[in-house]
């Protein structure tokens, strides 16, 4: 079974894409993890490796590849903003989490232990640029959601009723 799980950053994707992972018993595959080590390695900070991935398009087609490359060998969530877009052809079942901007900016302030208007400002960057290096390199609308199997909107639901709402949608339902 190949699950997708896409959204913004701080909608819940990384959370609930390991406890489905545990729930179902397979593999979990981050690429926003994967970019945030990558920026580290270059001892950058998510917002100048941003920047600098605006001019080396190679970053984000290689990550893009990879996680083709990972989907093709079965069983697993796959969490990243493009995954139900670029494995649609290959997923099971493609999740969106969303969430509004003031919501996963405290989220993910609380998470990184810094000040919502650094981190507020820090995801205007990113998504920005990632809304622009998308449309470019595949012409992909993040704002589009028709490809799509399920979508919650998690910012009013516990962590535990966005994990029971995609594990019974996914029972109910017969996967590859």
């Given amino acids: ?94 999740i969106l989490l969303k969430c509004p901007l003031e919501t996963r900016v405290k989220r993910m302030a609380d998470r990184d232990q810094t000040s919502y208007d650094e981190k507020l400002k820090e995801t205007k960057v990113r998504e920005k640029s990632e809304q622009e290096r998308f449309k470019i390199l595949y012409d992909i609308d993040l704002e589009d959601n028709k490809t799509y199997d399920l979508i919650i909107e998690t910012e ?7 994990l029971n709402k995609i594990l019974s949608v996914i029972s109910s339902i017969k996967l590859k």
Avoid at 156 to 162: A, D, F, H, K, Y
Wanted: no cysteine; net charge negative; glycine share 6%.
């Fill in 1 to 94: 079974m190949i699950l997708t799980i896409s959204g913004k950053h701080g909608s819940g994707k990384s959370v609930i894409g390991k406890k489905i992972a545990l729930a179902l018993d397979i593999k979990y595959y981050s690429t926003g993890q994967a970019f945030r080590d990558l920026a580290k390695e270059m001892n950058m900070s998510l917002e100048e490796f941003t920047q600098y991935v605006e001019n080396h398009p190679e970053i984000d087609q290689e990550l893009d590849k990879k996680i083709v490359e990972i989907a093709k060998k079965r069983d697993i969530i796959i969490d990243s903003q493009l995954s139900g877009h670029i494995l649609q052809n290959i997923a099971d079942f493609k």
């Fill in 156 to 162: 009013n639901l516990s962590i535990e009723e966005v």
